[in-house]
Structure formats: structure tokens, C-alpha cells
């Protein structure tokens, strides 16, 4: 790749040079009604999209240059020569003149993107490498590069309960999607803290998130909602307990094998405004043993809705290569991160987060 990117700088300065050595052979060598004018126009057009404002500069002057040598070659009077300089360099002056935009648009741009991933950074922070009985690993990928803000977002905290965490994935991208981000991991610190119950800290977070959203402005329950996975681990690791608010289900893995841990039962999404039909003392939290060693792997729906080319869904566990014993939570992340791109070939349609804590041996394990 390093070596590439000196080729490709070379590129805008070959574009100029064949549209300048085009124009000089037509007007060298065509028939006297095709002139190559407008291909030596296209040089200093080229240069001014391309290169730098200095190098584009250079290029209007040597445009300018072989014009009017050109056409004391050919004999031309003073009057067309005149004109085909004036011609020249006016296109010339405007291509300078867009040269100047385009390094200023991309200032601006670079000044945009730069505040919506240090507003992103300060709402969405790395989750802490362990917490309790956990070792802890996150990973984020955009879709695009170019767009560094969106709405899957994740947390762990430590608290007098055990270990909490979210996944979630708010629906739609840019500012109010970090607005909604920012709500709902809010509400999770808060809350997490004193909230005895997974289903009522969802409920909680139901709240908090129909109470943005009606504060917005009139929105249809099923065109703003959160989805999310909440999960706790007990203080000792041995039990984890999990919430599944309309999200993609986590995964157990250990001992090479990988089970997705869907919900017992199905509950909506967060902040659809609808949390008072259903009590949360009446819905039960789906409890599994955590093994030592083991790790639970947490997803937004940019991992379970990447396509490879024939537009086939990626699994996980059927994909076949995270098949094996995962040490450490970072090496798990990385190992889903790799085996994504490897299916979609690098072309991911949505954002993909991900979250992954593993069990570790504590001092009065040994």
C-alpha cells in the first residue's frame, strides 16, 4: 500500500501532461479546422481539480507558453494568437479559482469530520480492559470512512449488582442518532447503579428514551426505537443474566464452540413509548453459568446483516471460523472483525460494533 501511494500521486500530474502533449500534437498535425485549443484548455482544468495550487499555477503558465509558441509556429496572425492566449488563460485563472475551493471544501470537511468523532469519542469511550471477574474488549467499524458518527454503541460498568453491560443500536445515523446514544448511556450509568433488576433497568431506559424522543417532537413509535442486549455478570463470574430488548442475540463461546443465546421471550424495543404494557417483574431474565475461560460475544446488526456477494446474511456461528479457543477478549473481537470483512469482501453496508468480555482467573481462583 505504501507503495502505491506515490504512484497515485503521479496520476493528476500524467492526466495534465497527456491533455497538454494531445493538444500540441492536434495542433501540430490536424487539419487546419481542428485546432487542439480545447485539449490544452483541459491541462490547466485538470491540474486545477488535481494538484496543488502552486502546481496547477505552473501548469497554466506552461499551458499559456505553448500556446502562443504553437501558434507562432503555425503562423498564425496576432489577433487569433491573442484570442487562443486569452482563451487559455482564462480557463486557466478558473480552474486557480477552483482549486482554491476544493482545498477549502476539504478543510471544511476534514473540520467536520474531525467534531463529529470527537463528539462520537466523547459519548461512545472505550470501555474500561477489565471490570470485575471480566477482561473486556470492544471493537467499532464503520461502514465508511468518511462517516466516523452513527448510533451502535456499547458500556461496561461495575456495580454493587456485578458487572453491567449494553449493546445497543439506535435507529438512524448523524447527530440525532448520538443524541439518542447519548440518552441511553446516560440512563445505563445512572441507573445501572441502583436499578436491582435487568427488566427494570431496561424499563428504565425505556423511559428515559420515549422521554427524548417525545421531547423531539412527534415521532412514530416504529420509526424511532434502540435495540439493545442488556447483560449482567455476578460478582463471582459464575452466572450471567441477560435482557434482550429487540436486539441480535449475544453468543457464548468456549471450549471452541459458539452458542447464540436467544431471549426466552422476545421483548420491543427500547423508546417505542409502549414500555407500560408489559410489567417488568413479569417478563423472566434468561440466566446461563459463565465457565471459566468462557466470553460472551455482544453484536450490533452490522455483523448478523453483512451479505457476502451472493447476498447471503453472515453467521457466525455457521461461518466456521471462530471455531476455536479464544484466550483473551481482544483476540475474540478481532477474530469477528477479520472473519466479517472476509465476508462481505471489505464492503460493509452498516456500522458494526462489538463487545466481548471473557472470564478470568482471579487470586482465590487458583
Keep these: 500500500m505504501n507503495g502505491l501511494q506515490p504512484t497515485l500521486a503521479k496520476v ?3 492526466l495534465a501532461a497527456l491533455a497538454l502533449l494531445a493538444g500540441v500534437l492536434l495542433n501540430l498535425f490536424a487539419p487546419e479546422p481542428y485546432m487542439g485549443l480545447p485539449l490544452l484548455a483541459a491541462a490547466p482544468l485538470v491540474a486545477g481539480a488535481t494538484l496543488t495550487f502552486r502546481s496547477a499555477l505552473a501548469v497554466v503558465c506552461v499551458t499559456c507558453v505553448v500556446s502562443v509558441a504553437l501558434d507562432i509556429e503555425r503562423g498564425r496572425p496576432a489577433t487569433p ?6 482563451v487559455v488563460g482564462l480557463i486557466g485563472v478558473l480552474a486557480l479559482g477552483v482549486n482554491r475551493l476544493i482545498v477549502r471544501q476539504g478543510r471544511d470537511l476534514a473540520l467536520a469530520r474531525d467534531v463529529a468523532e470527537a463528539v462520537q469519542r466523547a459519548v461512545l469511550p472505550d470501555p474500561p480492559k477489565e471490570a470485575g471477574p471480566l477482561a473486556v474488549a470492544a471493537g467499532y467499524t464503520a461502514a465508511q470512512a468518511e462517516a466516523r458518527i452513527g448510533g451502535d454503541f456499547y458500556a461496561v460498568q461495575e456495580t454493587p449488582f456485578g458487572v453491567r453491560m449494553i449493546i445497543g443500536d439506535v435507529r438512524g445515523k448523524g447527530i440525532k442518532a448520538v443524541a439518542a446514544v447519548s440518552v441511553a448511556l446516560g440512563a445505563f450509568r445512572q441507573e445501572a447503579e441502583y436499578v436491582p433488576s435487568l427488566n427494570t433497568l431496561g424499563q428504565r431506559l ?3 428514551l420515549a422521554r427524548a424522543a417525545a421531547g423531539s417532537g412527534p415521532v412514530i413509535s416504529s420509526e424511532g426505537f434502540t435495540t439493545a442486549v442488556l447483560a449482567e455478570v455476578s460478582a463471582d463470574g459464575e452466572m450471567l443474566s441477560l435482557v ?4 441480535p442475540p449475544p453468543y457464548l463461546v468456549h471450549g471452541g464452540q459458539l452458542v447464540r443465546l436467544d431471549p426466552t421471550i422476545p421483548q420491543l424495543p427500547l423508546g417505542v413509548g409502549l414500555g407500560d404494557l408489559t410489567a417488568a417483574a413479569s417478563v423472566p431474565v434468561d440466566g446461563v453459568r459463565l465457565p471459566l475461560g468462557a466470553s460472551l460475544l455482544l453484536i450490533t446488526d452490522g455483523v448478523t446483516e453483512a451479505r457476502d456477494k451472493r447476498g447471503t446474511f453472515y453467521d457466525p456461528v455457521c461461518s466456521g471460523r471462530l471455531g476455536r479457543r479464544f484466550t483473551d477478549p481482544e483476540a475474540l473481537v478481532e477474530a469477528v472483525t477479520k472473519d466479517v470483512g472476509r465476508w462481505t469482501e471489505g464492503d460493509h453496508e452498516d456500522d458494526m460494533a462489538i463487545l466481548a468480555v ?7 481462583d487458583a
Excluded: Q
Design 358 to 364: 471473557t472470564r478470568r482467573h482471579l487470586p482465590h
Design 206 to 208: 425505556d423511559e428515559a
Design 81 to 86: 494568437l491573442l484570442v487562443d492566449l486569452a
Design 244 to 247: 434482550n430488548r429487540g436486539h
Design 12 to 14: 493528476p500530474w500524467i
